[in-house]
């Protein structure tokens, strides 16, 4: 008996050893010391959240043929523990040669991404410590903090730009609803420059054999890529989103050591006719613009925008744009400045009156290798609406800390 299990931990070590096994972690974290509004009778009020407690796996065998990828997230916020959550996400994935590469379950970053700088990458750490406000490259809490009653008031960046297969996408489906895709991925690379991109959703939201395998196919995304020397192209159709998919073209130059980078986004959601009716009329097809700049312009002072526009096609066609610029100055080896400010508007062809917001938000990054302390302060607007279309404003501010730690 010793022997069989001596032989069995044996054959355990030697199956493990084949796989080399990288772990690493993050904790992201702030409080809001204060913050408060230009509301009569409003409270001062505090807050906090540990946004990001994770862990990720990814293993692969000697000939890289095989791979894993694991990703397990933790959130608290400052509403008690009911408020935490927990969410495992990863694939499996095969390469069996250079030209095929295939991967089952899903990745929360995106398959296939094509919004280069315009999303995470903008604020990157400041917003996952809630220093700076994120949203409004995927709409969540963004500065707009407004939408009209299922309409598509609130522009994202990711309307113009493609966040990849298995992210949580925008505006996916009749009722505007977000879902985030599970499934088969894959890509096929004739030559090197070229790559083909399949994504099809045979898992998402769904147990068993429970969906007609038409409408899982109609819901694939489909993506050509070139990486060019100058830049990187892709093409891309997104089944998941709108109701009759949504098509992206994007250009993309320039890598994080450049001094100038530029990211170009265009895309077509189609929606059929009176399907996003709402409370005004048919909105029709939408068609968003997005424009991403990063640029070194010295040593030690430096400059990130990125801008979205979008329109309709139909009888009430609205019109929405955000701005967002952040230019940032080196104070120290280890000391970065930064100053956030932008805004967003929208407006509907039987409006009196647009919907604008802005916001002002300087902050400091002190940094120590893969750690960082940030401090800053927030101002901001937020639009309502009230039945009769009446726009009301109001002004918020919060003085907001945080740290974030990758290991």
Known sequence: MKKVISALAMAALVAGGAFALDITGQIHSGVTLLQGDDVDN???????????????????????????????????????????????????????????????????????????????????????????NAGNFTGLGGYAGFDLQGDMALIRTRDAFFSGFGSANMRAGEYDVMGAEWGLAFTISPLEMLNINIGIPFITGYYGFSREAGDVFSALTAQVELNLDFGRIAITYDGHRADDGAIFAYFGMGDDEDDLRLDIGVSFHLYEED?????????????????????????????????????????????????????????????????????????????????????????????????????????????????????????????????????
């Open 275 to 407: 399907s996003n009716l709402g409370t005004h009329g048919d909105m029709g097809s939408m068609i968003y613009v997005g424009l991403g700049v990063g640029a070194n312009i010295t040593d030690d002072f430096g400059l990130r925008a990125r801008a979205v526009a979008g329109f309709g096609t139909g009888d009430y066609a609205p019109f929405g744009m955000l701005l967002d610029l952040l230019p940032f100055f080196s104070i120290s080896d280890n000391l970065t400045a930064f100053v956030s400010l932008g805004m967003s508007m929208f407006a509907q062809d039987d409006w009196e009156d647009s919907v604008f917001d802005w916001h002002l938000n300087p902050y400091i990054q002190v940094s120590a290798g893969p750690a960082s302390f940030f401090a800053g302060v927030r101002l901001w607007s937020t639009s309502t609406m009230d039945a009769t279309y009446s726009v009301s404003s109001t002004f918020n501010w919060a003085i907001p800390i945080g740290i974030t730690i990758n290991f």
């Open 42 to 132: 409003s409270d001062v009020v505090t807050g906090g959240h540990v946004g990001r407690f994770r862990l990720q796996a990814s293993a692969e065998n000697e000939e890289g043929t095989f791979g894993a990828w694991m990703r397990l997230n933790a959130v608290h916020n400052d509403m008690g523990t009911d408020a935490a959550s927990f969410d495992v996400t990863g694939h499996a994935w095969w390469r069996p040669t250079d030209m095929f590469w295939m991967a089952i379950g899903t990745n929360p970053d995106g398959f296939f991404n094509a919004e280069g700088r315009t999303g995470w990458q903008f604020y990157q750490a400041a917003g996952d410590a809630r220093v700076a």
